[in-house]
């Protein structure tokens, strides 16, 4: 058995799974564009349906001019803890794309599942370079579109908080507690072979 951070997995597995994980307590550095390039790099050999693509990305570095703009597209909880992080990313899916030998767009009906798969390719490479990515669905989406004039064919799909973990001291108490690997459901609670029977 795979075992790391207090997580044990039920079958072998390579240790990077268990290693990644989503702290809230950040220790305000700031990142390197370059450092924050590679992640994006690894999110860019992400899988998609046709090799169309679909994800976007939008991010904005601690201690830059467009900082404090991005911590306002993040709702008031999130807000609280991801001020200390180092930078945020915002997650955008394009919902078409044109199909090959086509001349024009159609519905990309995978948008979100491949853009999905290249959030997690971002998160294990950050994990794996010693720094962490913790996703945010709680995000003023209407904002954001307005903000960064994002057209309709663009779905948002999430924020990500990019930084080095910190202490959790630094957290208030409630969230303290909360600041430790996570466990996961039985694999055979979401997996059935041949029929629907979970
Ligand atoms: C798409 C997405 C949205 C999330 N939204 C939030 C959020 O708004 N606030 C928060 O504190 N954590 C958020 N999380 C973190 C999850 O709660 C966390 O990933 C989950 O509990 C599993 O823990 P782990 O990432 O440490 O393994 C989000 C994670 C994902 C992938």
Excluded: C
């Amino acid at each position: 058995m795979t075992a790391s951070n207090s997580r044990t997995a039920e079958h072998p597995i390579d240790r990077q799974f268990l290693e990644r994980w989503s702290p809230r307590a950040f220790t305000q550095d700031t990142i390197p564009e370059s450092t924050l390039l590679t992640f994006l790099e690894a999110a860019r050999w992400a899988p998609s349906s046709y090799n169309s693509q679909p994800w976007r990305f939008v991010y904005a570095r601690r201690d830059t001019e467009h900082w404090t703009r991005f911590l306002g597209f993040l709702n008031e909880f999130n807000r609280g803890w991801a001020q200390h992080a180092a930078a945020i990313l915002i997650v955008l899916s394009k919902r078409t794309f044109t199909p090959p030998g086509a001349a024009t767009e159609a519905p990309l009906a995978s948008h979100s599942f491949d853009t999905g798969a290249a959030w997690g390719y971002f998160a294990l490479q950050a994990s794996l370079s010693g720094w962490k990515a913790h996703g945010l669905a709680g995000i003023e989406r209407e904002h954001i579109r307005a903000e960064l004039a994002i057209p309709e064919e663009y779905a948002i799909e999430a924020a990500v908080a990019i930084g080095r973990a910190g202490d959790k001291a630094s957290l208030p108490e409630a969230l303290q507690k909360r600041e430790t690997p996570s466990p996961r459901n039985p694999l055979p609670t979401i997996v059935a072979e041949g029929r629907f029977a979970l």
